[in-house]
Every structure is written in C-alpha cells, then in structure tokens.
C-alpha cells in the first residue's frame, strides 16, 4: 500500500556513522524553536552511555521551550538489558519487568530504573508524547517476537532513517538525513499516529507501506506482521539486480534466503563483499547460535562469502546497508527472514540512485579502516 506519496525531491542529505548520528541529535534538538517539533523512536534505549543521556537532555531543553516531542522505545527495553535477556536468575530482583507483566511494576531495579526514569522525566511536559511500542500481551513471550525495530528521528522538515538505536556508540552504523518538508510531514503524521496508538501493526492496519519520494527514491516501511516483509522483498530484488559488485554489512553472517540470492549474484559474476561481525564478539549465547547456524552455511556455500568477516575483537557492525551498482537500501532491516517469521516493524529508505549507493558503501569501509 502506498500513503501520501511526497513529489518533491529531497534538497540536501548527509550519512552518519553512530557516533555522528548522536551528536546530530543534540545539535538538531538544540536547534529547534518552540513552534517546531521532534519525533524519536528507537528500539533498544540504554541512558547508561553519557552520549544517550545527552540525548535525553536535549529533548527535555527542546520540551521546555514549547517544542512538541514524541519519543518512542520499544518494549524490548524492558525485555532485554545490556545485550543479555531477563530474568537474570542469579540476581531475581533484576527480572525483565516485562517478562511477567503487560505494564511496568511501580518499582524498577537498575538498568531498567533509569531507563524509567528519563521517560518519566520527559513526560512531565504536556507538550511531550511518550510510548513504549509493543508491550507484551502475555508473559514469558519471546523478546524479540512483534518488537519495532524502526529507528526514526524527524526534526521539524528534516528526518534521519538509519540502524542507529540509543545505545552503543562504539557499533559500526549508518544513517541517511534528507531536508525534505513533504516526506517529513508524511512520516510524522504515520508515526505520530504510531505511538499514540502504541502497537505499530495496528496503527499500520496490518499494511506494510511505501511512501514515494521521487523517481529514484521512496521509503518502505513493515507494519510487523508474522511472515510478511516487503522490505526483504525488495532487498532480495536488489541484490538480484546487481550486475558488477554488491556490499552487504550484517551483524551476522545472513544466512537462509539471503544467502541463496548472494550466492546466485556469485555465480552470475557479481563482486560481492558480505562484512559481518566475528561471531564471538556479540558474547557466549548469540555467539554460539551464530556457531551452529555459520557451520550449516559454510557446509553449502563457497568460502568467498565468508570472505570478509571481521577480525576478533576489532569491530561490532551493526550497520543494515546493501548497495551495488543496481542502487541501495539502508535502515533497520536485518534483510533475514528470522525477524520476519516473528513479525518485525522496520523502515528501509531504498535508491536506485548507484552514485549514492557508492558513497554510502565508502561511508562504511572508512569506518572499518579508521575504527
């Protein structure tokens, strides 16, 4: 389904690593008049990070001047705590608050009492939304099951799609801004919609979207819906359509389906270049799932595939980019079917635009080179 689509091409853009995306927050925030307004949604939220609560500080000095802010984080924050999810049967005070109830207990142990705290703080001003996207309807569910992985910021008529979360400053990520007054006013009225309704696939209607930007560029968006994904639609498509080279960063190796169509552009000629992260780096229990499901992979696909995996102990790349000579897609997607079978809410920006799509690939590799 297409909503409102935006005519007007964007004016200017701008990629940002993680640490770039940050500072850009403040700097924007701190820019804003009273008249202007804000919209923030991220999924995992870790105000531990000095960077995180400069963040939290800059929209509570835009909410004072009169700014209208929305900001939203996903329930998953409360499920999952410093990359490790609850409960935490050695320490039962520190259970995932989540993990028994559909609302936040009145006390909250640390890290989730922070957390707590800065949305509370935030939420003191009539002139600020706050929402935690996708609480669970039952306890014990799975964390990562019907969560909002879209990472969005809009500042008045500039809005920034990337991977980027609130937390982790040190990940390798990218982002794209764009100045463009229609797009913006079409993602903020979808969005704003979002968080006052707080469950993304009913505020969808269970329709993933595309909103057109121009005739190269539009922005897609998955509502969350069990095995239903048209951003890993389009993806698959646009790595099929690579013709000479094809760069994909990924947490993880991706395996399953993507894999298959990155095998093919193999087989076709295609230069492709997967950048994944070590397997040990991300810790001892995603370590050894990536273990098992990298063995089954590596026992049916050539080992130029795996050609490019990261050194240990050197970089955590979080970045969601494909970008080849048939154009490129960045944003929150994992493009893996894993998430999908889940029901995951994403957003993807996608341009069949190879001149960007080069330059957004060199952002990466300068990260690499210089981290």
Not at 244 to 263: G, K, R, S, V
Request: charged residues 20%; glycine residues 6%; aromatic residues 10%.
């Amino acid at each position: 389904m297409s909503v409102m689509p935006a005519k007007s091409s964007p004016l200017s853009n701008n990629f940002y690593n993680k640490r770039e995306y940050l500072k850009e927050l403040v700097k924007r925030f701190d820019a804003v008049e009273s008249s202007g307004r804000i919209l923030l949604m991220t999924m995992s939220f870790d105000p531990d990070e000095p960077e995180i609560m400069a963040i939290i500080d800059s929209l509570e000095r835009a909410a004072k001047r009169g700014v209208r802010v929305h900001f939203n984080i996903d329930a998953r924050s409360f499920l999952h705590a410093n990359g490790k999810p609850g409960p935490d049967w050695r320490h039962p005070s520190r259970f995932a608050p989540l993990i028994f109830n559909d609302e936040l207990p009145t006390t909250l142990q640390t890290p989730y009492a922070l957390k707590k705290a800065c949305l509370d703080r935030l939420a003191r001003y009539p002139n600020v939304t706050i929402a935690i996207t996708n609480h669970p309807h039952a306890a014990f569910r799975i964390p990562f099951a019907g969560r909002s992985h879209i990472k969005l910021a809009i500042i008045d008529d500039y809005y920034i799609i990337s991977g980027c979360n609130l937390d982790s400053p040190s990940y390798i990520d990218l982002g794209i801004g764009f100045i463009d007054t229609q797009t913006s006013d079409t993602l903020y009225q979808l969005f704003t919609g979002v968080i006052e309704r707080t469950y993304v696939k009913e505020a969808l209607h269970a329709t993933d979207q595309t909103i057109q930007i121009d005739s190269t560029a539009r922005i897609l968006i998955d509502a969350g819906v069990r095995n239903q994904s048209l951003i890993l639609d389009e993806a698959l498509k646009l790595i099929d359509d690579a013709r000479e080279w094809l760069t994909i960063t990924c947490q993880y190796f991706p395996n399953a389906i993507t894999a298959d169509h990155l095998h093919a552009a193999l087989q076709r000629g295609v230069k492709v270049k997967v950048l994944f992260t070590y397997l040990w780096d991300y810790g001892p229990v995603d370590g050894a799932i990536q273990l098992v499901s990298q063995f089954i992979e590596r026992m049916r696909l050539p080992a130029g595939l795996f050609a490019y995996e990261l050194s240990p102990g050197t970089h955590k790349i979080h970045a969601k980019l494909i970008a080849s000579d048939a154009g490129c897609m960045v944003g929150s997607h994992n493009y893996l079917n894993a998430g999908v079978r889940f029901g995951t809410a994403e957003i993807a920006y996608h341009s069949t635009d190879g001149t960007l799509a080069r330059h957004m690939s060199q952002k990466i590799q300068d990260q690499l080179i210089g981290g």
